[in-house]
Structures are given as C-alpha cells and as structure tokens.
Antibody, heavy 115, light 110 residues
Framework: EVQLVESGGGLTQPGGSLRLSCAAS????????MSWVRQAPGKGLEWVSV???????YYTDSVKGRFTISRDSSKNTLYLQMNNLRAEDTAVYYC?????????WGRGTLVTVSS | QSALTQPASVSGSPGQSITISCIAP?????????VSWYQQHPGKAPKLVIY???NRPSGVSNRFSGSKSGNTASLTISGLQAEDEADYYC??????????FGGGTRLTVL
C-alpha cells in the first residue's frame, strides 16, 4: 500500500524546535518532489515548503530561515526541521507528494507552540 | 503572496449541480495553468479531486469537473450527493516556485 506517515509533532514552547518526519511506503521519496502543507486549527490549508526531486528547496515567506526541508533516501523519509517556533506555527502538518499539485497525503501530525 | 479567493460557503440539494469559483489575485500564478482542487472532510487529510485545471485523478468521480476562464478557475460538482459535503480548496503553483491556496469553501448538501 502506498502511504505517507508523519510523526514528530507535539507541544513545544515559543522559540523551541521540532523535527517532523514523513515515512513513505510503496513510494520513493528521493525520486519524487515532496511538500509540507499545514493547517492551523479551524483554518485553511497553507503550503509550507517543497523539495524537488533534483534537490532544490523553497519555502513560504513566514518560515524562511527557520524551517529546513530535507530527505533521507536510505530511510525513504522526508523531514521538516522547525526552529525558533512561534505560536502562529501551531497547526497540523501534512506531508504530501508533488510540487504543483499534491496527489498523496499523510494523515498529519499536530504541532502546538504554547507557553 | 495573496491567497486565491473562494466563496466561504455554497449549498445545494441532492441531485443538483454547484460551482465553486477561485479567483487569482495577480499574474504570479503561471498563467493559472496549474490549478488544483482538494476535498477535505472533517478530521481527514485533503484529497486531490482536480489537477492542472481540468484533469481528474484516477478513482475520482466524473461528477467532479474543473475549468478556467481568465483568472477565475471553477470546480463543478454535478449530481450532488450527501458524501460531497466537505470543505473544498483550490490551489495554484506560482512563478516563484511556491504554491498558494484559497481560503476554502464549505459545501453543504441540503
């Protein structure tokens, strides 16, 4: 079965760090462009970042300099390192396959930033 | 970048057709060629229902169709069913290699 499973979410204080993981099965992370999309509680979808199959990375303005997307092909896993977290980063974070549209989604992992 | 503009809500009765619009704010959406639509039920991950304006992924009902005119993209759902009640989001790839989403539309099946 083709699936993406996120992990690593949780509660952290403002200024803290978390690393999200997205483990893929039946699907090769390194051969595909992969993205992170988040959804604040009760709000809409917001694109966060992409890593293209060739390795280029892009970020939404609000996370530039704080978040880093990466992948480990040997572990078939996508990552999102999140530093200097803010209250407004509180959201469910989804990993998804694709760069212009997203055809495979994980179930998401909740990140809560609060003191 | 500005988000895409969608109506907050639409409604329709079973069997009817509804259309959700999605307006691009500017020319930074790559000619609006890469519009996609997602369905999201409460507590669930989004599901792709239309990509590249009018293409339907395998397994998505042919009751879902997409179109575009100028800077306005549209999602039409025909023969409304109770299971179609959900939130719908449009998105577009941009000229600076990012993706923007619309604010979402809540579809209520009466």
């Amino acid at each position: 079965e083709v699936q993406l499973v996120e992990s690593g979410g949780g509660l952290t204080q403002p200024g803290g760090s978390l690393r999200l993981s997205c483990a893929a099965s039946g699907f090769t992370v390194g051969s595909n462009s992969m993205s992170w999309v988040r959804q604040a509680p009760g709000k809409g979808l917001e694109w966060v970042s992409v890593i293209y199959s060739g390795g280029s990375t892009y970020y939404t303005d609000s996370v530039k300099g704080r978040f880093t997307i990466s992948r480990d092909s040997s572990k078939n896993t996508l990552y999102l390192q999140m530093n200097n977290l803010r209250a407004e980063d509180t959201a469910v974070y989804y990993c998804a396959s694709g760069w212009k549209y997203f055809d495979l989604w994980g179930r998401g992992t909740l990140v809560t930033v609060s003191s | 970048q500005s988000a895409l503009t969608q109506p907050a809500s639409v409604s329709g009765s079973p069997g009817q057709s509804i259309t959700i619009s999605c307006i691009a704010p500017s020319s930074d959406v790559v000619g609006y060629k890469y519009v996609s639509w997602y369905q999201q039920h409460p507590g669930k991950a989004p599901k792709l229902v239309i990509y590249d304006v009018a293409n339907r992924p395998s397994g998505v009902s042919n009751r879902f169709s997409g179109s575009k005119s100028g800077n306005t993209a549209s999602l039409t759902i025909s023969g409304l069913q109770a299971e179609d009640e959900a939130d719908y989001y449009c998105s577009s790839y941009t000229t600076i290699s990012t993706v923007i989403f619309g604010g979402g539309t809540r579809l209520t099946v009466l």
